[in-house]
């Protein structure tokens, strides 16, 4: 297929690169900063443009990765030139497009991405849908081309996953960073517990959390969240994440 | 070297057999339960006991591997035996044993482990701490023989990498629990969240956590928090923690 990418943050960075690898072609990268958009266009062998007017009518489906602010206005920008649009926002309905649009869909890859660290593609749960159902027969084949994780998920289902994405992955990395600081603060290698946080992590591709839940609160360890809470008292905010999060996993024990 | 383990539980299972592995004789296996012992002392080829006073005093080393509340008093009962003595406790400080014998030593593994998964005992940190230099120097080569990661670490230190623990193990797993939870109740599968959990982990096995920070609460995207917060309308203690994660994220964006 004949491609363009609108965005060029770390979503567009890793799917264009996983299309492009795909074997589709990267028409053009449209970012307001030129540096960017040409920083991409260069890996994809595209053009890189900065002004939506610039914009080569000649391709089948524009991915707009953008901040989910701008969805809208670039949607109304690009609508004129009748092509299917695509957004791979987690948070923002199919609707955005279809105000504009009567071919829209949702490319929604439940993946945390960083420029720093490459992504196994195959491996990427795509969420998608589309506003009709070849729209969303094009949109899941083109996904196959990509991942071999592809579900139809609708706009109120995404919502649900995107909400349940912070806590499974935002909040845990906060999470790591205040055992860093703890660790920091005594003079403790973060190595020390590096293997631990994989081995979490781990536990849980193939078991249920409930199943392999450890810790003092599950036991209703008293003495040691006591002690624990003790060892937090100049940090007042960890101590109050400490008993709320203690108190919740008593509370899931004894359900 | 020949080893008696104390105890039963996860701890004792896995460190027994990587002990075992490593050519290690394991005399007995104590546990208060009979049957427990049996099966573990099965696995290790040593003998089960349920009565302390059936230990046989021919040992290198007791290790305790029972819950932290028993060690006194089982350190108590084994002492007379003049042997050295361990607990692996990470919340237990040296002088448990210390009131009972200058022979005392620590030797905690930093991980998790559940009668469900293999753990590779090679990458587990060992954290170690003896009562003089010679039992230091003993349980450092000991901990050699089964890991890589051995770090000698005073009861201070434990009690705060103990802590750290519960931050980037027994939280994190109970908000995957969160998460499942929730597209359970909107019938979607858990593994549509899996890869990002694993990779979320994987992340900071080489980068820092403050560095890989993604979500709503970093951008300070207040509308895409409102809007979380407003699904977990019939779930205020989710809201509740969802708030104090968001708040604490936007603080450690600000600093």
Redesign the interface.
Known sequence: MRITLIGSGNVATHLGAALKNAGHYIVQVYSRNLQNAALLAYHLKAEAIDDLSLINADTDLFIISTS??VIDSVAAQIAPYQKPIVHTSG?TPIQVLLKYTEHSGVFYP???F?K??E?NFR???L?IEGAYEDMTAMLKELAFTISN?V?E?NS??R??????????????????????Q??A??E???????????????????????????????RN?V??ME??VG??NDEP??Q???E??SQ??I??GNT
Chains 1, 2 share one sequence.
């Open positions: 989910d602010g948070a439940l993946q945390t960083s720093v660290k992504v491996t990427v749960p969420c994780n579900s998920v109120a289902q919502k649900i996953l995107h909400l349940a994405a912070v806590f499974a992955c935002n909040f845990p990395n906060y999470l790591y960073y205040t055992a860093q703890l660790l603060k005594h403790l290698n973060f190595n020390l517990l590096r293997p631990l946080i994989l081995e979490t992590a781990e536990k849980v591709e193939v078991q249920l959390p409930a199943n392999v839940q450890t810790g003092p609160a599950v360890d003495k040691t002690s624990h060892l937090l905010e960890l109050h994440i400490y709320l999060l919740a996993i509370k899931m």
